[in-house]
């Protein structure tokens, strides 16, 4: 038996030892080298289950005394920086610097013992053991006689901690992707992980090779798995497929799970600087800037193809969730970026062997979209259950491309436009004028809806005493001790009630505001003189209040009905006056509309947009909008059915 210490200070290798699956794949990379043609991974479990020790064992050349002894004395000057082919089998070699058994303890392991049997008529076992509470010192024992075949067996013992990255589920999908391209080259080798065959070509979806003109004889090999969570890596290789670094992808593709090989000379070449490669290495960068490219290539035509297949699928199977032709270009708008981002969530849909359950998720992917993009993600994570990565992806597609944006402002013009024609519907109709509440539908309807008065207007108070109205007003210029709790303020006659509050404060200086103050009538009260009266004793008693800053507060107060009468109409035609205002001040103006009018010029706004779209909003859609966002606030003959004169 000898001793050996390490010459190197033990701080330097522990910088070697890295992550538990890549110090794993190291020790699989050390059996081939050997000329291993089957290699095993085990997974020692004690009676509860958990993990005690991981054994990889092979059937290579092994080691005699003397070569172990020397081997692990050193740090570096392996017998691999020689050659670049294996003794005997001639195969590409992967390690030539001596450090791939320290970078083993990446498996926090106590100790690693290696049992290596070199090929030979008279065979004997050597035995080395590191501790790793010493990484410098160690022992090669004295050999013994044995029948064991020729290999090596590495255990690594004393763990414990359950370890997520070896499980099964984790480490099959990363060593597949790892060892692809070589198994590839060398198809007789058996490789296997914890009784799994780790076997490429049997969770290849896909795969295509290129010829990159960014260098003599460099390829780039894509590979498409029926895997999940592969880490969508471009692995840098020598020619005959070793990889001998990765670098991260960088290249989105929604809906798939892909592995990348870079092959070329230069890598071999380079294999000492393969560390800068991410730092635009003069040499190696290019390699991969070209790769990347190509990688986007293919997978923009890729996405295409797969989009056709699984959508003329969904189609036979008529499970698609839109019918015929698109008729509008909205609606062909809409079909462009569900077929866009449903491929994302193909295969967790298409996983479901029970055609409702597609259907239903492809109908909950369309109405999430047409709602908007929290909505698609919300469905993806939480119904679909898509992995975290994907959803980043879904959210870089939806922001790259400009069909999301026109789904989402045609959404909002296409409701506008049909809430427009639905309350026209109501308040023009004969019975449903005659049904229609004043407090609990008509002004819940429109308080849902203040757009209808401007865009610039929000809602800031709904059905609120002027005393609250004022206290709001207090306090958006920042004020709060101007009201006590239980002062009120009174109108002229008496009344504290206010309809619908729409606010904004307008920039155009510092502290300014501007309200408006809607009083809505029922479809049956024609406004004349009493009603003016009205909203124009509310104008005065806002602003005569002292409590508000005159310079900095404007006021618009407009009083709604179906109907104006004659004395009406003169009063909301005054010269040096705009149409509908019946009174001004320097604060305040007053404003007597018909519901025609807020209609038309609400149409007015939507002229153009509505026509870019190419969208007219039928009886029965405007309807309908108004059933699916005003339940509840609807007079009986529209809530249940489609009134006499619905397009009225």
Known sequence: MTHFSVEVQEDHIRRLIGRPLPGLAELIWNSLDADADHVHVELV??????????????????????????????????????????????????????????????????????????????????????????????????????????????????????????????????????????????????????????????VQDARERYELDVAPDTFLTVIEWALRDVGRLVHLCTPEGVALSNVRAGVQAPGFEYSAYLTSPLIAEHAADLGLAEADHPVIGPLIAAAQGKLREHFRRRAAETRETVI????????????????????????????????????????????????????????????????????????????????TELDELLDRTSLSAIISASRKITDRLEFVAGLEAILFDDESRRTLKERSQLHRIVAAEPWIFGEQYGLAVDDQSLVTLLRKHIGLLGRTDLIEENQEILGLDGRRRVDLMLARAIPQRENSQHHLVVELKRPSVVIGAPELTQI????????????????????????????????????????????????????????????????????????????????????DAALEYLRQHHAGRLPDNVAAAPPSHSDA
Do not use: C
């Open 45 to 202: 479990r004690n009676d509860l289950g958990g993990l005690d020790a991981v054994r990889v064992e092979d059937d290579g050349h092994g080691m005699s005394f003397m070569d172990a002894s020397t081997v692990f004395r050193s740090l570096g000057g392996s017998w691999k920086q020689y050659s670049v082919t294996t003794r005997t089998q001639k195969r590409r070699m992967h390690g030539a610097e001596g450090k791939g058994r320290f970078r083993a303890f990446g498996i926090p392991a106590a100790q690693v013992r290696w049992e290596t049997v070199e090929a030979g008529d008279e065979r004997s076992m050597v035995e080395v053991v590191t501790e790793r509470s010493s990484l410098r010192d160690g022992e090669v024992r004295d050999p013994v006689p044995t029948d064991r075949p020729a290999g090596t067996t590495v255990v690594l013992e004393g763990i414990t901690d359950d370890i997520p990255a070896l499980e099964v589920a984790e480490a099959v999908p990363r060593l597949t992707t790892e060892f692809a391209i070589y198994l590839g080259q060398y198809p007789s080798i058996e490789l296997t992980y914890d009784g799994v065959t780790i076997d490429p070509r049997e």
């Open 312 to 391: 003329a699928e969904w189609k036979r199977e008529e499970l698609y969730p839109y019918q015929g032709e698109a008729q509008t270009p909205v609606e062909e708008a809409r079909r462009e970026i569900f077929d866009a981002v449903v491929v994302n969530a193909a295969a967790v849909v298409n996983a479901s062997n029970d055609a409702g359950s597609k259907r239903l998720s492809l109908s909950l992917i369309r109405e999430a979209l047409e709602t908007g993009p929290s909505a698609i993600r919300r469905v993806f994570r939480e119904v679909l259950n898509l992995p975290e990565e994907r959803l």
């Open 536 to 619: 124009t004793q509310y104008a005065d008693t806002v602003e005569a209040d002292e409590r508000f800053d005159r310079r900095r507060t404007k006021w618009d107060f407009i009083l709604v009905s179906n109907a104006l009468d004659d004395y009406a109409k003169r009063q909301a035609s005054q010269q040096n006056r705009d149409p509908g205002e019946v009174y001004r001040s320097d604060n305040v103006h007053v404003w007597a509309l018909s519901w025609s009018e807020v209609i038309q010029d609400a149409k007015h706004r939507l002229k153009f947009v509505q026509e870019a779209l190419d969208y007219m909003a039928s009886g």
